[in-house]
């Protein structure tokens, strides 16, 4: 009888039989999303039961339905889901999913006839005239822009005539609170055909809290056919909120498809090719090294080596494409014996264009063919010299470019005979639009001189090599696309995915997996390179797979050493960073940045690695390196490596610090410092980061809390103020506290290099700020053991006379000290101990070598000195030490180490000298 009422009572009519088991389920789950109230208890059993797997049961649904690509089927399986999770129907309002808004004002809202989308158009008080409830106008307002909004825009590009590229953008346009999103927000992303039946792409995407505010953008692949449909949709869903849903029509209106493509270059079963075949001796011996050339090398050396046709050759890394790019400039040189020969190589890589200037410089200069071989510079006037004797130029796009932009009036350039370019599928990349420049004058160049330019280009597989090939010039006859699947060595992939969502663990948990697929795969002493995303996971990772050796060893040696510890140990010692010599005495090595350059030398000469990015050239635009013909620290490189900060660090402070900078932007640009970067942001820390930032006294600007960098402003100034933090920030604050004083002694000296006196002084006290703990501001007696803020104003206030300083505290006799102070013994003590340590610094100097004008015994010292003179000035310090056996760390129980008296200097030139130390004679701090 009770399940015959909640028939009448669910929305979906049923019309099977009572009697059937489905029905009784299907009711009862209805009555569930309905939040209906059952009156007998074996039916409040059952929907219990109905009710703890049908959650579960609607996902899986879910899942099959996606993985089998039915679009229509997925939208209805995902929102059964997310009714039955939420307890209500997809009709309904979405605001029944906020908590605390009366029944009676949803139902009236469900009542009217308004589009959901509308509800964002109106006010705070026009929602509360439509419920006719005003005072809920401005909470209706807040929810509705709490709920889970997205913004999309997509760019589509053809890859090829049935594939499409998509780069989608995905905005968030809703506010974030902690208690009705969390910390996260995922959505499915899913491509439609022009009909939604079929699912041409899905992913699952995640919105973080910290990123609530940026633009995110995703790119995929999705399969077209012909004839082209009108519009593809993109639909993006909320995997947990009702209604929540941003659906973008893609239009292929003006979608102009890339021509049908011919097949790839077949590679032809031939004989390999002799070296002999080069039919000159000096040829032959540049390749001694084997007797044969490979299948790629041999099918194209017709066209190359005994053909002046502009060619193109396609084909995987690992061909030997550099080979076939010799064979034309053999070619070259042999038709140029009896006249002038000029070959430009382009190679699109800095690194890559050094690497083969080292390398023709050995094969084709004073020591193989006694050709000249040089590199552009980037400098117009010595380039110019070198392209006039040389035989061979080696350049990137861009010094090319600079180069040839006046080419009408170069000769030189009008006299290249072999234009060869590497690389050529990067002309998609950052520095594309440079290097189709460059081939296009070149091919400009050769339609308007009388010499011939040949031009011959490399790239990998191409899906449009025809166009490539048109582009240079290239006809049937010398285009060669061979396919990815043509290696000279064969290449495996092998996938092996974790599924963890936390980065950290899932850094972790790849390390075992990794050894593994080396031990696997990278056996009889072949090297193996793993690349990790931070410089931090380099160092771990590098630790664990040395452990895991350690622990598999089987004979003496480390598994991974392929040479003995004897031949390793001499290139081991020139290493200056201790943790890379114990990896690589274990046969793992490791590059990142921030390893100094002889680092990096050995590393890459240890495991043939020249082809890995280096940081040289951004430690030379960071002004800490000068490269020429050697390696040349500046004064910032020598700050750097001195005060063991980031090159990146000294850069920034560089450009930031002023001749007028003052202590908020100082201690701003201190927080700025790389070594901050990886200071952890965690879950539910941004609303105590906002509190504790709104009671600082320097404010900020739109501060970001998710931001480590503020995060580190924010902890530096509670602990200048001794504000108390929790227990995981106080962990934080003592590594920002910590890194600070580096970071300043660095910036100090930064700013002297400026000879600005002013902001050196400032950055001293920000010194003394940090080791105390306490602002400029404050009563310098807040350092003394025992004071606070009430006592140091009581001694200020000080009846007859005001006391400020420590030395002011000595000279009060016993009586009326403990008067004043009113403290215990043992706290006296601990009072006396620290004064009686406190610096007391006497300073005095001389000019070396010149006339004294003023009398000895006279305070002002005055020399004669000549203007334009080198001075040599002498300045001593005396610190007095009575009663002590030694001079002892600072007294600084804020600061989280140990920290030794340091003194710096600075002296303004043309007036006094000042010197500015951790202690000053006022009674300063240390």
Same mark, same amino acid.
């Given at each position: ?145 709490? &709920?889970?909004? #997205?913004? %999309?825009?997509?760019?589509?590009? !053809?890859? *090829? ?6 780069? +989608?953008? =995905? ?80 239009? &292929?209106?003006? #979608?102009? %498809?890339?021509?049908?493509?011919? !097949?790839? *270059? ?6 390999? +090719?002799? =070296? ?57 040189h042999q038709e140029g014996l009896n006249s002038l020969m000029r070959v430009v190589y382009i190679a699109p890589l800095e690194a890559l264009a050094k690497e083969r200037f080292r390398d023709w410089s050995k ?149 075992k997996p990794t050894y593994t697929a080396i031990v696997q795969h990278a056996k009889n002493g072949k090297p193996a390179l793993v690349f990790v995303p931070t410089r931090k996971h380099v160092k771990l990772t ?368 043309g007036e006094t000298m000042d010197v500015d130390d951790d202690n000053n004679d006022d009674g300063g701090r240390d």
């Amino acid at each position: 009888m009770e399940l015959a009422k909640l028939l009448d009572r669910v929305p979906i009519p049923v019309k099977e039989s009572l009697e059937e088991p489905s029905v009784k389920i299907n009711v009862l789950l209805q009555a569930y999303i309905s939040q209906l109230k059952l009156e007998g208890l074996s039916l409040t059993s059952d929907m219990v039961f109905i009710t703890q797997s049908a959650g579960r049961l609607m996902r899986a649904l879910f899942e099959i339905v996606l993985k089998q690509g039915w679009a229509q089927l997925a939208e209805k399986a995902l929102k059964l889901c997310k009714m039955v999770g939420k307890r209500m129907w997809s009709v309904q309002t979405p605001l029944r999913q906020f908590a605390g808004i009366p029944s009676a004002i949803l139902t009236k809202l469900e009542k009217k006839d308004l589009a959901w989308e509308r509800y964002y158009d109106l006010s705070a008080q026009e929602l509360g005239e439509l419920i006719r409830a005003p005072k809920l106008g401005r909470t209706l307002y807040k929810l509705i822009h709490q &709920f889970p909004k #997205l913004n %999309l825009a997509a760019h589509v590009l !053809p890859i *090829t005539r049935s594939v499409l590229r998509v780069e +989608l953008t =995905v905005t968030p346009d809703f506010q974030w609170e902690d208690k009705v999103h969390g910390y996260v927000e995922s959505f499915w992303v899913i491509v439609e055909d022009n009909d939604g039946e079929y699912i041409l792409h899905h992913e699952y995407f995640l919105l973080k809290k910290q990123f609530i505010d940026e633009d995110h953008t995703l790119n995929f692949t999705v399969p077209i056919c012909e004839p082209i449909p009108p519009q593809y949709y993109i639909r993006v869903v909320s995997d947990r909120w009702l209604g929540c849903q941003t659906v973008l029509p893609v239009s &292929f209106r003006h #979608l102009i %498809l890339p021509e049908k493509y011919p !097949p790839p *270059t077949e590679l032809l079963d031939l004989q390999p +090719l002799p =070296v002999t075949a080069l039919r000159n001796p000096a040829y032959e011996a540049l390749y001694k090294d084997f007797k044969h050339f490979n299948p790629v090398q041999t099918q194209v050396f017709t066209v190359l080596y005994n053909t002046d046709d502009n060619v193109l050759v396609a084909a995987p890394t690992g061909s030997g494409k550099t080979i076939c790019a010799e064979f034309a400039i053999l070619r070259n040189h042999q038709e140029g014996l009896n006249s002038l020969m000029r070959v430009v190589y382009i190679a699109p890589l800095e690194a890559l264009a050094k690497e083969r200037f080292r390398d023709w410089s050995k094969k084709f200069g004073l020591e193989g063919l006694g050709m000249r071989v040089v590199e552009l510079t980037g400098e117009s006037m010595t380039d110019l010299k070198l392209l006039d004797k040389a035989q061979i130029i080696i350049s990137t796009p861009d010094k090319w470019d600079a180069l040839t932009r006046r080419w009408r009036q170069r000769k030189q350039v009008q006299e290249v005979s072999l234009f060869i370019v590497d690389e050529l599928h990067l002309i998609g990349g950052q520095g594309g639009p440079v290097l189709e420049v460059v081939v296009s004058r070149m091919r400009y160049n050769a339609a308007h001189v009388e010499n011939k330019i040949r031009m011959v280009a490399f790239s990998t597989s191409l899906a449009n090599a025809k166009d490539l090939g048109e582009w240079i010039g290239a006809t049937a006859h010398g285009l060669f696309n061979f396919p990815p699947i043509v290696r000279p060595a064969p290449l495996e992939i092998h996938i092996q995915g974790v599924d963890i969502a936390n980065f950290e663990a899932r850094m972790q948990a790849m390390t075992k997996p990794t050894y593994t697929a080396i031990v696997q795969h990278a056996k009889n002493g072949k090297p193996a390179l793993v690349f990790v995303p931070t410089r931090k996971h380099v160092k771990l990772t590098s630790v664990d797979l040395m452990t895991y050796s350690s622990a598999d060893i089987r004979g003496e040696e480390p598994a991974f050493l392929l040479h003995n510890a004897k031949e390793l140990e001499p290139f081991v010692e020139k290493v200056n960073e201790e943790m890379l010599r114990a990896t690589l005495r274990h046969g793992v090595g490791y590059l990142h940045e921030g390893l100094s350059s002889l680092d990096q030398q050995v590393v890459m000469h240890l495991f043939k690695a020249g082809w890995i990015q280096n940081a040289l050239s951004d430690l030379e635009a960071s002004k800490c390196i000068l490269i020429e013909d050697d390696i040349q620290p500046l004064n910032h490189g020598h700050i750097s490596a001195y005060h063991y900060v980031s090159y990146t660090t000294i850069e920034r402070f560089s450009s930031s610090l002023t001749s007028k900078t003052r202590m908020k932007g100082l201690i701003e640009i201190v927080a700025s410092a790389s070594e901050y970067d990886q200071l952890p942001i965690r879950p539910g820390e941004e609303e105590v980061l906002r509190k504790l930032i709104n009671h600082q006294r320097f404010s900020f600007d739109n501060p970001k809390c998710t931001d480590p960098h503020i995060k580190a402003n924010a902890l530096l100034q509670a602990y200048f103020s001794r504000q108390r933090v929790g227990s995981n920030l106080a962990l934080d604050q003592r590594e920002v506290v910590g890194l600070a004083i580096r970071l300043l002694h660095a910036l100090v000296d930064v700013v002297a290099t400026s000879g600005w006196l002013s902001p050196v002084l400032l950055a001293m006290e920000v010194c003394q700020m940090v080791t105390q703990g306490m602002w400029e501001k404050d009563p310098v007696l807040l350092q003394v053991p025992h004071f606070n803020r009430e006592l140091a104003r009581r001694c200020q206030d000080n009846p007859g006379k005001p006391v400020d300083t420590v030395f002011e505290i000595m000279e009060l006799d016993d009586v009326a000290r403990r008067e004043l102070l009113q403290m215990s013994d043992s706290q006296m003590q601990d009072v006396a101990r620290f004064c009686n340590r406190f610096p007391n610094i006497g300073v005095d100097h001389r000019v070396v070598g010149a006339e004294r004008l003023s009398a000895e015994n006279d305070e002002d010292h005055v020399y004669r000195v000549r203007a334009g003179d080198d001075v040599y000035l002498e300045v001593n310090l005396e610190r007095d030490m009575e009663g002590l056996p030694e001079v002892g760390p600072v007294n600084a129980p804020r600061f989280p180490k140990t920290k030794e008296e340091e003194y710096k200097f600075s002296l303004d030139v043309g007036e006094t000298m000042d010197v500015d130390d951790d202690n000053n004679d006022d009674g300063g701090r240390d």
